[in-house]
């Protein structure tokens, strides 16, 4: 004969509990004779125990925390011997490992005749104490329902009742015919229904739910019907409670099966999700939107653009692209600071919002460039909303503590017709006739026609971006080196300056003045910089006849971009190299434009060992006063005060200064172009350390 805990284990409603209590990480421990009979994987996981560990565990000894023991075994005493069946409040359990948890704990007491059996139910309460529900009024119906019905049926709606009273998701339970037979509170606050007055109605009328966005509508019904073949589901949903706004919800159906009726009724979980759709929609739409101007970004205007690009290709309409650079606006960011520059985007993103149509899309690209989207528009009519564009940003004024300025832009006009294939061709044109607007003289539009012969000169440009791709891809560059010796001993060699040529697929070779150009504007210099470093410190690690220094060129975006840094270190950790081994040049115009990143960037690259050159030296109209604060090495002084020094006395004035200045703040000096022995005389003659130029030795491959 079964005991009336087998019993209880036995029952369909039990097992269904048991897997809600699993799946909601609460503990259940079934106790009889003062020992454990069942315990379930969550109290497990709750102690640090295995299953059979606390199988085997006295009772009292190791789950209960020290404090709490006797309070404990003496309630639990008065609640076997007693009249009071079932009790709720919080205590301590104690981890495997000695830690204290802190739980609440539901203990209910099933009895047939002497026989008597304890039900435990544990929650978890350290991340947040639960405030105790009182359960007198709730225990009182329960002990009545006792008497009204037999005492299995009494005792599993007893233990259904005060699990779900204990969760915080709004739990329903149904019959078979779908009529509501139990609300949790949550359930009721959720929902704005008190339990009494949903008794006996049909779920549906009580939990009305909608469609979420593009969902198919949840059938609540038809979902119940099926739950005979699939046993549970999940939905999501918006439900609409009785008084109040739609709420985001997460639907959980389960059925409730009896071995001999089969389904009896359905347990329903809804979650309020709100805060999580939430979140959800703040994501998309930073996804799709520039997180400085709010406006549309580049991936979602891409994705219009190409979808205007098919409407027009199918002989819908004719649609509008205008490409917008301002134009001063990196005078505000140099003078005043990048926060200044970020206000000005704002506030013209505001004005420029202002004047599209609803049907239009206005979106920052990136940096200081815009575009927006002409729906349905006409080529007069594109020409003058593009022209207005622009007379509202030249009447645009910013100010910044105490200073005016005023900007102006750039502006490519490119019609969308069943001419164009693609948004990227048409957004190729747009950038391009950009930049040949800026190039006319600023405050201006480049109206892109078919066969466009300044757009097919800027285009030769971005046809680079392939060709050097492809050269990244297929390694088509080639090395060259130029030595630097010393001004007054030519036959000493100190430093080799490495320089890039591209290899044209038929034998010859490219200068960089042809290709470096496209690979800046296209942002592709970081990616061959880096490839140069790989190359060139391999080749140092390999070579015999290597010198004691190379200089390798950096470009502007090279050290701007943080990857530089890590790639220096990554190679020179693979290759063995000595970083004193290694001087990096960098132009003085980028040095001074970004004065505190060139600054940083050598800082960084100093520490491992390496050194650095300011090329193009004397160009900038402030060279003098910014040298004491970048940390260089050497001053490769502009070749065009080299090239003259003979004739120009203004150049070889220039020139003296600059060896001066160099010499006082303890810097070494390089010239360039120096293409014959009377230049290399009249450089020893003003003291210059090094000298480069065909004059001494003209460029050559490195050296297998």
């Not at 609460?26 to 969550?42: K, S, T, W």
């Not at 739609?246 to 159906?253: F, G, H, K």
């Not at 172009?673 to 210059?688: H, K, N």
């Amino acid at each position: 004969m079964l005991s009336v805990a087998e019993e209880y284990q036995e029952e369909a409603a039990y097992r269904a509990l048991v897997e809600a209590l699993d799946e909601m990480g609460e503990g259940l421990m079934i106790i009889q004779d003062r020992r454990f009979v069942f315990v379930n994987q969550a109290l497990c996981r709750l102690c640090g125990y295995r299953e059979d560990e606390l199988m085997a565990m006295p009772l009292f000894t190791g789950v209960f925390h020290l404090e709490d023991r006797d309070r404990i075994l003496a309630n639990w005493r008065r609640r076997i011997d007693g009249e009071q069946f079932s009790t709720r409040y919080e205590t301590m359990l104690q981890h495997r490992d000695g830690s204290p948890i802190a739980a609440e704990i539901s203990v209910s007491v099933l009895r047939r005749g002497a026989d008597a059996a304890t039900v435990v139910t544990v929650r978890d309460i350290r991340e947040r104490r639960r405030t105790q529900i009182a359960l007198q009024e709730q225990q009182q119906r329960l002990e009545a329902l006792l008497h009204q019905r037999t005492a299995e049926l009494a005792q599993e709606q007893r233990w259904s009742q005060a699990t779900l009273e204990s969760v915080s998701e709004a739990v329903l339970t149904t019959d078979a015919r779908h009529a509501v037979s139990y609300m949790n509170p949550a359930a009721e606050a959720l929902l704005g229904w008190p339990q009494e007055a949903c008794a006996g109605l049909r779920v549906d009328q009580v939990l009305r739910l909608e469609a979420e966005d593009d969902s198919p509508p949840v059938e609540l019904l038809g979902q119940l019907r099926q739950l005979a073949e699939r046993g549970s589901s999940n939905h999501p949903g918006l439900l609409r409670p009785r008084l109040g706004e739609p709420i985001a919800v997460e639907l959980s159906l389960s059925a409730i099966r009896d071995t001999r009726a089969g389904n009896v009724g359905a347990v329903i979980v809804l979650r309020d999700v709100s805060e999580q759709r939430r979140l959800t929609r703040k994501l998309s739409h930073q996804a799709c939107h520039d997180g400085l101007t709010g406006l549309v970004n580049r991936m979602e205007f891409e994705r219009r653009l190409d979808a205007l690009v098919r409407d027009a290709r199918d002989g819908h309409t004719g649609h509008a692209l205008c490409y917008l650079d301002l134009d001063q606006f990196k005078l505000v960011n140099d003078t005043c600071g990048h926060s200044a520059g970020d206000e000005l985007l704002r506030q013209l993103s505001r004005v420029l919002a202002e004047r599209v149509r609803r049907s239009d899309t206005l979106a920052r690209l990136g940096g200081d460039e815009f575009a927006i989207l002409l729906r349905d528009c006409s080529p007069q009519a594109a020409r003058r909303t593009a022209e207005d564009f622009i007379d509202l940003i030249r009447q645009f004024r910013f100010s910044w503590q105490g200073r005016n300025f005023v900007v102006g832009a750039s502006l490519g006009l490119v019609m969308l017709d069943a001419d164009v294939h693609s948004g990227e061709e048409a957004l190729r044109a747009a950038d391009a006739s950009c930049y040949l607007a800026k190039d006319a003289g600023r405050n201006r539009l480049h109206l892109f026609r078919p066969n466009d012969a300044q757009v097919a000169q800027r285009r030769g440009q971005i046809q680079w971006v392939t060709e050097l791709r492809k050269a990244l891809d297929q390694d088509c560059f080639t090395l060259f080196y130029q030595p630097i010796v010393k001004t007054d001993d030519p036959r000493h060699t100190t430093c080799w300056e490495l320089l890039l040529r591209l290899e044209d697929g038929q034998g010859g070779l490219i200068a960089p003045g042809a290709f470096i150009p496209a690979a800046e504007r296209y942002n592709l210099m970081p990616e061959i910089d880096r490839m140069v470093i790989s190359r060139a410190l391999r080749w140092l690690s390999q070579c015999r006849q290597s010198p004691p220094l190379i200089s390798i060129n950096l470009s502007g975006a090279s050290v701007s971009d943080p990857r530089t840094i890590h790639h220096v270190e990554q190679v020179l950790a693979e290759t063995g190299v000595e970083a004193q081994r290694i001087c990096f040049e960098i132009t003085e115009t980028h040095a001074i434009a970004n004065l505190n990143q060139a600054r940083g960037f050598m800082q960084s690259l100093q520490a491992l060992g390496c050194s650095f050159a300011l090329d193009d030296f004397g160009s900038g109209m402030s060279s003098f006063a910014y040298l004491k604060q970048l940390p260089v090495r050497y001053l490769k002084i502009d070749g065009e005060f080299v090239r003259n020094i003979l004739h120009d006395p203004v150049d070889h004035a220039m020139l003296d200064a600059i060896v001066r200045v160099g010499r006082a703040v303890g810097r070494r000096t390089v010239a360039e172009f120096v293409e014959d022995e009377a230049t290399l005389q009249a450089l020893r003659e003003l003291g210059v350390d090094y000298s480069q130029g065909y004059g001494i030795a003209r460029p050559a491959p490195l050296p297998v």
